[in-house]
């Protein structure tokens, strides 16, 4: 599992998995708020569990 402010991927040999990350300020709301973008996982490796993975840490970085 790789990461960086705005994202994180997995990566077996070549790319596996992605999942981008966009926070922000949402002035409305008068708090920061994160949302998914995108959501990618390879075809071979779907039901592995890694998008699974991907979500729980992208969800814990927005609690953080």
Do not use: Q
């Not at 990350?21 to 708020?33: I, K, Q, W």
């Not at 973008?37 to 729980?56: F, K, P, Y």
């Amino acid at each position: 599992l790789g990461s960086r402010d705005d994202g994180l991927w997995v990566v077996h040999g070549d790319l596996c998995a992605l999942l981008a990350l966009d926070t922000m300020y949402y002035l409305p709301l008068g708090a920061p708020t994160c949302r998914i973008t995108s959501l990618i996982v390879d075809e071979a490796h779907r039901r592995d569990g890694l998008g699974r993975l991907l979500l729980r840490e992208a969800e814990r970085r927005a609690r953080a």
